[in-house]
């Protein structure tokens, strides 16, 4: 069973950065996509960032685009997602899931996967 946790989150100004970690275990990080998501107070869960097992395909939602970046180390079995430019609407818990597949499918950022972890939140506030 896919275990995964989130950390790196916390409050942080307007304009400011932060990177946040997935880290999983009980199977082998390579084999799957996974997907960075957020939900704000009040709005649905949506998916923000998305890499594919080996790396090469990354997607992003417009609304982060070009400030957040997805990478993962597949050695340490950790995702990451460098986050900068930060903005008040950027504010939410943020959670990492797998995909199940090596890829990124279709509908990843309203589809409701199978294995969540936790969460961390992320304040950005001034």
């Known amino acids: 069973q896919l275990q995964l946790v989130e950390s790196g989150g916390g409050l942080v100004q307007p304009g400011g950065s932060l990177r946040l970690s997935c880290t999983v275990s009980?199977?082998?990080?390579?084999?799957?996509?996974i997907v960075w998501s957020r939900q704000a107070p009040g709005k649905e869960r949506e998916g923000v960032a998305c890499?594919?097992?080996?790396?090469?395909?990354?997607h992003y939602a417009d609304s982060v685009q070009g400030r957040f970046t997805i990478s993962r180390d597949n050695a340490k079995n950790t995702v990451y997602l460098q986050m900068i430019s930060l903005k008040p609407e950027d504010t939410a818990i943020y959670y990492c899931t797998s995909a199940s597949v090596p890829f990124c499918p279709a509908g990843w950022r309203t589809r409701n996967f199978s294995s969540w972890g936790p969460g961390t939140q992320v304040t950005v506030s001034s």
């Open positions: 890499i594919s097992s080996g790396g090469a395909r990354l």
């Open positions: 009980g199977s082998t990080l390579e084999y799957y996509g």
